[in-house]
């Protein structure tokens, strides 16, 4: 028997959460959705910044947590101009992320295109895994 996606996305160990996530980012647009993916060596994340300028935008690592927050302005009203209808969000924005490893922040490359800010992060050399030789006696 097939069963409706819908039925497929409520089952799962996050099964519970994925109301929640979904009212809190309806409640709170200013919160920006992110994507987040590792290698071995870098950690990746995107977020959604539409109409954001890249000078608007502060990131910084600190204790292996990236912050990254800024301002969504609103836009100019022509005179006497009347909101028929407003669903994207304006003000300040911003996220904190842990990151799994010691960042080498020399390294950190940001960049903003098409709305999407894309923030990569390297991991320092002396935490990168080493293999460690082991001799015959």
Not at 37 to 53: L, M, N
Not at 58 to 70: E, H, M, Q
Not at 100 to 113: G, H, I, M, R
Request: glycine share 6%; no cysteine; hydrophobic share 40%.
């Amino acid at each position: 028997m097939l069963y409706p996606a819908s039925t497929l996305l409520r089952s799962g160990p996050l099964s519970l959460v994925r109301p929640t996530v979904g009212e809190f980012a309806r409640e709170n647009r200013a919160v920006p959705a992110v994507n987040i993916w590792q290698s071995q060596d870098t950690i990746t994340i995107t977020a959604e910044v539409p109409g954001v300028e890249p000078k608007d935008i502060d990131i910084s690592v600190k204790d292996n947590v990236l912050t990254f927050a800024g301002e969504r302005k609103p836009e100019d009203l022509a005179e006497k101009a009347v909101w028929r209808q407003r669903e994207r969000a304006f003000g300040d924005f911003g996220r904190a992320i842990r990151v799994p490893f010691n960042v080498d922040p020399e390294k950190t490359e940001a960049s903003v295109t098409n709305g999407v800010l894309e923030i990569t992060l390297h991991r320092r050399e002396e935490d990168k895994p080493r293999r460690i030789e082991v001799k015959a006696a």
